[in-house]
Structure formats: C-alpha cells, structure tokens
C-alpha cells in the first residue's frame, strides 16, 4: 500500500483541482458560447479529442506512464492559467482540445499505475482506498469552489486549480526521482 500512497495523493489533488472549477468552468462555457450547440461543440471537442489522444497515449504507457501523468497535469495547469484570458470561442476550442489530450493521458496513466503498483489477488482494498480518497477530494472540491466563488471571482477559481494541477505534477516528478534513486542503489543482478 505504501508504493501507492504517492499516487493517491497527486491524483486526489487532481480531482480537488477539476471539481473546484468544474461547476463554475460550465457556466464559463455557457456564457461564451451563448448557445446549446456551441456549448455542446465544446464538450464534443473535448470527448473526441480524449478518445483520439488514447490511441497516441497506450503504446507509450508502460514506458512512460509517469512522464504522461506529469505532462497530463502541466497542461490541464497551462489551460487552466489560460481560460480567464480567453474571450473567444475558437479559443475555447483550443482549449478543449488540450484539456481532451490532458483527460486521455491522465486517466490512461492512472489505471496503468494503479495496476502497476497494486498485486494481483490483492488490489481490491487498493484501488477502495484510492476511490474513497479521490471522491473525498471531489466532493470537498465542489464545497470549497462553492464557497470560494461567494468571495472570489472565477478568474481566482481557475488559477487556484492550477496551481492545484502544478501540485499534482510536483507530487508525481518528486515520486518518479525518489523511485530513480531507490534503483540506483540497488546493487545489479547478475543471473
């Protein structure tokens, strides 16, 4: 359990970070869309775009799931520091766009992990703690971009979730250099 304690964390922070801004970030799109149609092109742009990027992402998995995990998190931090700047639907689009690509390699690599690090037999009480600790985090992500909104604008919301994704991204290359560590200590094998 403890190999997968980083893993809860940087993705518990991911899901604080998209359920903070979620419910605020569709009322964004709405706004600047000013239609159904455009509102729905957007989430098509983002669910097409995960789907495409998936078949790119899973032959590069199991070499480099945490890299894509880093990278998952810098881009949703990069569209997240960019939304309160963007005044134009084609941007929006741009945005989805990257925000689709961010959702493939992120949850790709994830599940990738979370089978990596759990042991066949005995994954069950895992990934229950990895559930519990990640819903935890969205529903308290929802409540404190409730009450946050109350006192802050959303502009403050989508830099706040940044700076929540960059934390992710931190959690996770901290990780993967204690890992690089630990095996370079390791004395070699010889069979």
């Known amino acids: 359990m403890m190999n997968i304690q980083w893993l809860i964390r940087s993705q518990s922070i991911v899901t ?3 359920g903070m801004i979620y419910p605020y970030y569709l009322l964004f799109l709405k706004n600047l869309g000013n239609s159904y149609t455009k509102y729905g092109l957007a989430f098509a742009v983002f669910t ?3 789907a495409a ?11 480099h799931a945490q890299r894509i995990l880093i990278l998952s998190s810098l881009g949703m931090m990069a569209a997240m520091l960019a939304f309160p700047w963007t005044t134009s639907y084609l941007w929006v689009l741009v ?3 990257l925000m689709g690509t961010c959702n493939a390699m992120q949850k790709m ?3 990738l992990l979370l089978a990596d690090y759990t042991e066949r037999g005995a994954r069950g009480a895992v990934i229950g703690s990895y559930h519990f600790w990640t819903s935890v ?6 409540l404190l971009g409730g009450v946050l909104i109350d006192w802050l604008t959303i502009n403050a919301l989508f830099y706040l979730s940044a700076v929540l994704y960059g934390v992710s991204a ?3 290359w901290k990780f993967s250099k204690v890992k690089q560590n630990i095996q370079s200590m390791k004395p070699p094998s010889y069979h």
């Open 95 to 97: 945005l989805q766009l």
């Open 170 to 172: 931190w959690t996770v």
């Open 53 to 63: 990027v998936s078949q790119w992402v899973a032959p590069r998995l199991d070499m």
């Open 109 to 111: 690599s994830e599940r």
């Open 48 to 50: 097409i775009s995960s």
């Open 16 to 18: 604080l970070a998209a």
């Open 137 to 142: 985090a969205s529903g308290f992500a929802v």
